[in-house]
């Protein structure tokens, strides 16, 4: 079964860089989730798109942006990376944003900031 | 606001010895509970979920979950624990009326099951 897709698997980069991580829900999912991982840390909700559209805010910070394209995907871009933006980014995607549906994660984007 | 505890950092217990984590919870209304387990490297993996019903939740890998909402809490557990079990677990929660759509994790605890 397909799943949550995401790119690049490895990301290093220098401090004052940007960077953009990418998410490929599972087919007919409209619903995707951006969390962020700090070493040793629980998954922190950054920010999630429903149809397109912003549905939540969590802890995401002002440097940081993301969207849902037409073809569902979502990217996150970052900017003025910092070495605390170090972390493992993680995509999930459900079928819709009703409070039951479970998510699906992918594997996560490993980002060293230098 | 929503928010999960896990009192554990690390469990350890015996490879064919049951298991339990423990998590507790703290949302306004009637939660969704969820438990995700975590391998070294890979995203997060869906074992079980309690929305409503029968308190005492099945999930995947033998794993499950008891409800029990006076105590607000949401262990999960094993029977026989299995080497291969051994992997970061997390408790997560939902609120129905808080308007969070996402789930709040716990702090994770790591399940080491020895041969």
């Known amino acids: 079964a397909a799943g949550v897709i995401q790119s690049p698997r490895h990301l290093i980069k220098e401090k004052r860089e940007t960077a953009t991580l990418k998410c490929y829900p599972i087919p007919r999912h409209d619903t995707v989730y951006w969390y962020q991982q700090g070493p040793g840390q629980d998954p922190q909700f950054l920010i999630s798109?429903?149809?397109?559209?912003?549905?939540d805010k969590g802890s995401i910070p002002d440097r940081f942006s993301a969207q849902q394209f037409s073809d569902y995907h979502s990217e996150l871009n970052m900017s003025s990376l910092e070495l605390g933006d170090s972390a493992l980014y993680f995509c999930?995607?459900?079928?819709?944003?009703?409070?039951?549906?479970?998510?699906?994660f992918g594997s996560g984007t490993q980002l060293s900031v230098l | 606001a929503q928010s999960v505890a896990q009192p554990e950092d690390q469990v350890n217990v015996a490879e064919g010895n049951p298991l339990t984590v423990k998590c507790t919870y703290s949302v306004s209304g009637n939660p969704y509970l969820f438990w995700y387990v975590q391998y070294p490297n890979r995203g997060l993996q869906f074992l079980l979920k309690y929305i409503t019903g029968d308190n005492l939740v099945k999930g995947s890998y033998g794993f499950e979950a008891e409800f029990n909402k006076s105590q607000t809490s949401f262990h999960l557990k094993k029977p026989s624990a299995l080497v291969s079990d051994s992997a970061l677990y997390f408790c997560?929660?939902?609120?129905?009326?808080?308007?969070?759509?996402?789930?709040?994790f716990g702090s994770g605890t790591r399940l080491q099951v020895q041969p």
């Open positions: 798109f429903y149809e397109k559209m912003q549905s």
């Open positions: 997560a929660v939902r609120g129905p009326n808080t308007g969070r759509r996402a789930l709040t």
């Open positions: 999930a995607s459900s079928r819709s944003l009703k409070t039951g549906e479970k998510l699906f």
